[in-house]
């Protein structure tokens, strides 16, 4: 799977690179700023002795860049942002878990809190403008590079807390991009962007030697808020 999400990323990469050479003199080449909500911010355990019980809040922001079709109506979508992700999770063997991998006879819980540099890499198409409102569908991926990782732990009488895993997590997520949502022209060459978009994770957030955590990747669902210019 990883191999068929880089791929997509360099064909996504090669068509931004052909169109930036043809448009760049145009007002093909749109940028913007974004800050989005996100309200669903889980975990997606693969294994049975596993249970998401929390979901996380948060906010990721970044830099936009629309590179248009010649006709306006589609664009390849990249930029950079800082993600977050944060959720609970519950192992329910003893033998098994995160940090603490050898809870004698208790359930472990375990909260972790991630922080990525993300570029996404995606196709958008758009309706034509009326009355100043057009609406856009997004498809595709995203690669992200990890700049934090924080656990809090506990299991019986034992707990931690802002435990750094750094070493203990993936340093790289990709997944699946997909989303929704319109524009308004606010002036000739400023538009309010918003919209509704899913991050479905691909990659086993946890993956190392240390853990014997089974896989565990990482969804997001977040409002789209931005304005281009």
């Not at 800082?82 to 050898?102: C, D, F, I, P, W």
């Amino acid at each position: 799977m990883k191999k068929i999400i880089l791929a997509i990323n360099l064909i996504l990469l090669s068509g931004v690179v052909s169109y930036a050479q043809n448009y760049i003199n145009g007002r093909a080449v749109r940028f913007g700023f974004k800050v989005d909500p996100v309200f669903a911010n889980s975990f997606r355990p693969q294994e049975n002795d596993i249970n998401r019980t929390g979901s996380g809040f948060g906010v990721n922001y970044g830099l936009m860049t629309d590179i248009l079709f010649s006709d306006g109506r589609g664009a390849f979508a990249t930029g950079v942002e800082v993600a977050h992700g944060s959720s609970k999770l519950e192992y329910k063997t003893s033998n098994r878990g995160l940090y603490a991998a050898q809870a004698e006879g208790a359930t472990q819980n375990y909260k972790l809190r991630l922080q990525y540099l993300q570029i996404p890499f995606s196709v958008k198409l758009k309706t034509n403008q009326h009355s100043g409102f057009r609406f856009w569908g997004q498809f595709g991926t995203y690669l992200g590079a990890l700049l934090k990782s924080r656990m809090d732990y506990s299991y019986g009488n034992v707990s931690e807390t802002n435990v750094n895993v750094m070493k203990n997590t993936n340093k790289v997520n990709m997944g699946l991009l997909v989303g929704a949502g319109g524009e308004y022209q606010l002036a000739e060459k400023t538009d309010l962007f918003f919209g509704l978009g899913l991050e479905n994770g691909f990659t086993d957030i946890t993956s190392n030697r240390s853990w014997n955590d089974g896989k565990v990747a990482l969804n997001r669902w977040a409002l789209r808020l931005g304005v281009f210019f």
